[in-house]
């Protein structure tokens, strides 16, 4: 699996930590996953672990067709003084073989589906995560799929899923009528899913940033337990209350 990472060395500004910059590396997200996948196609692993597989997740698809013409366009240029071999394929689609693509609101990656294939799309909500369409999911991706099939649409949604995973939700939750939008939200009739200021809380605690932090707004605590890994910062932390 391959995740994109935050932009980490953006500068505060003059005044200080800026939590604008966060906005920023939050657009550039999925794109320091182009990165990644460069290293993975060019590097060789491909060729020497031809069975692998990979899953690009919560990086969006747009870029992608860009992504492979340019590392078709590097191979085809470059390669004489690179050191790079494909043998009879482009890199493009020795990569495309071998990698399923996921998203979670990408309306032009949609319209774009075709350069990358629609068997090797999966979409993908992020729940919890602030990035999340949810609660209105349903409403949102259909949105996004315009025109679309429902040839593709029921890949893109569920099949993909279920065949790269081996994972059947029918046969998990007791059929198919069981797992329409509208069974499953009667399942979830009475929860409350409006959406509130988090300062009308006392403590609360959020990732996905990594950074381990503890902040005030108001009278609200705030607290980023950071990664259990210690990957990116290199130390682990977690929060206990």
Known sequence: MTHPTQALHIPDTQSGRDERKLAIGSAMMYLSNARILANLVFSGVLERFPTVKFVSVESGIGWIPYFLERADYVYQHHREWTGTDFGDQLPSQTFLEK?????????????????????RICWECDYPHSDSTWPFSPETLAGSFGDASDHDIDRITHLNAMRHFGYDPFAALGGKQHCTVGALRA???????????????????????????????????????????GWLYGSPSAAIL
């Open 187 to 229: 399942q979830a009739a009475g929860h409350d899913v409006s959406e509130r200021s988090v300062l009308a809380h006392a403590i609360v605690i959020h990732g996905h940033t990594h950074m381990q932090e503890m902040k005030t707004r108001g009278d609200t605590l705030i607290v980023n337990p950071g990664e259990g890994c």
């Open 99 to 119: 990698t399923i693509f996921c998203f979670i609101d990408d309306a032009f990656g949609l319209e774009s589906r075709h350069h990358i294939g629609v068997d």
